[in-house]
């Protein structure tokens, strides 16, 4: 999961509570979870997110390469919104992804529409 650089660059930003929850219904069929973030781990979310899964790692000080090939290489990837975080997924032909569906906040979000598109499915909150 990367929760992504939402304090420094985000136009909507995604609640810790929204990502909370998607893990927790992963946590229903992956026992192993990485969590990714630009921005510091608050303790709220890494105690909530550990109580669902039986190996947590939370990382939020790593490089962005490294950051990056872990996405790329997930088998479930649960990503913000962020081109970052995208291009990961993109790249990673094998995950079950889930990504949001509002990208941007304000009124012109026409670029939204064409992320979305790639979509097949969409997760029920």
Not at 26 to 34: A, D, H, L, R, T
Not at 44 to 66: E, G, M, P, Q, R
Not at 90 to 96: P, Q, R, S, V
Not at 99 to 124: H, S, V
Request: aromatic share 12%; proline share 1%.
């Amino acid at each position: 999961m990367r929760r992504g650089d939402y304090l420094n660059v985000a136009s909507h930003v995604i609640s810790d509570e929204d990502f909370i929850n998607i893990a927790w219904k992963f946590s229903k069929f992956i026992q192993n979870i990485v969590v990714l973030s630009d921005s510091k781990i608050s303790n709220n979310v890494s105690d909530l997110i550990s109580k669902k899964y039986a190996n947590c790692l939370f990382l939020d000080d790593i490089d962005a390469f490294t950051a990056h090939c872990l996405m790329r290489y997930a088998s479930a990837l649960i990503i913000s919104n962020s081109q970052f975080s995208l291009s990961a997924a993109l790249l990673n032909k094998n995950a079950l992804v889930a990504l949001p569906t509002q990208w941007f906040g304000g009124t012109d979000r026409n670029l939204e529409k064409n992320i979305n598109a790639q979509c097949r499915f969409q997760f029920l909150n």
